[in-house]
């Protein structure tokens, strides 16, 4: 399968590589480095270049492509996020999906209709990631922001820091939660999240790996505990 990432992204390739495992060869592709550009803009120069991305597979034959960048994604909503994958695919010959499509289907694979954001943002695109969702035909029941030592900055977080910060939002105990974006280090923070009680637990890299996997096998996939982790008793991620 294919993976598209952003240049700086530190946790893509190290999560799907541990969700795949052996089950699947990844190949991946970085978007070019924009200096001097705002985050807004750079976001948008991602959703300018990805057929330039994909072209710059070759001929390598792939079964599947997905985009690990979900703020991208939140700057056009989810019709034309659809609009643009289903062209993508059409153009290509291959499955292709963002992250935040990738997801959508995986909450509707679950049968989810209400989530728990657990956003790294900045508040504007965390106000446009919510605004997304419910877009989608999801209701957002509450937003949990999460900080990298008080600011907000995705590649920064540890996984102690999304934690602690999700530990102190108190969450309901049958409450779905999905925590956004690609460049986040979540899978090591999933077993303590989910410990003692019934959530299930979403992530942008998680649902990304595992549209991937269903298309590239063509078989459909239950989504289910992170792999090489015991899990808590009760626990769903």
């Known amino acids: 399968m294919g993976v598209i990432v952003p240049p700086a992204n530190p946790a893509a390739e ?15 592709t970085r978007f070019p480095v924009r200096p001097g550009l705002g985050l807004a803009e ?31 994604r939140y700057l056009l909503g989810p019709d034309e996020d659809r609009f643009r994958c289903d062209e993508l ?18 909450i ?6 209400e989530i728990i954001l657990v956003s790294p943002y900045q508040p504007w695109l965390t106000e446009l990631a919510e605004r997304f969702w419910k877009s989608a035909g999801v209701n957002i029941s509450r937003v949990v922001p999460v900080r990298a030592q008080g600011m907000f900055a995705p590649y ?37 999240i989910g410990a003692g009680n019934d959530r299930i637990l979403l992530t942008s890299n998680l649902c990304s790996a595992w549209w991937a996997l269903s298309r590239a096998t063509g078989q459909p996939i239950r989504l289910g505990r992170v792999p090489h982790r015991p899990a808590a008793q009760g626990q769903r991620s």
């Open 14 to 28: 190290p999560e799907l590589a541990r969700l795949l495992g052996s089950r699947a060869d990844m190949h991946v």
């Open 42 to 72: 750079r976001l948008e120069s991602y959703n300018e270049a990805l057929p330039a991305m994909i072209c710059s597979f070759g001929n390598l034959p792939l079964d599947a492509i997905v985009m690990l960048c979900s703020g991208s």
């Open 89 to 106: 695919s059409r153009r290509f010959g291959i499955p292709f999906a963002s992250a935040t499509m990738a997801t959508l289907e995986a």
């Open 108 to 113: 509707e694979q679950v049968g989810a209709d």
């Open 156 to 192: 920064s977080v540890t996984p102690a820091e999304l934690v602690e910060q999700v530990g102190q939002a108190c969450l309901p105990h049958d409450a779905v939660v999905l925590i956004t974006g690609t460049g986040m280090l979540t899978l090591p923070t999933l077993v303590s």
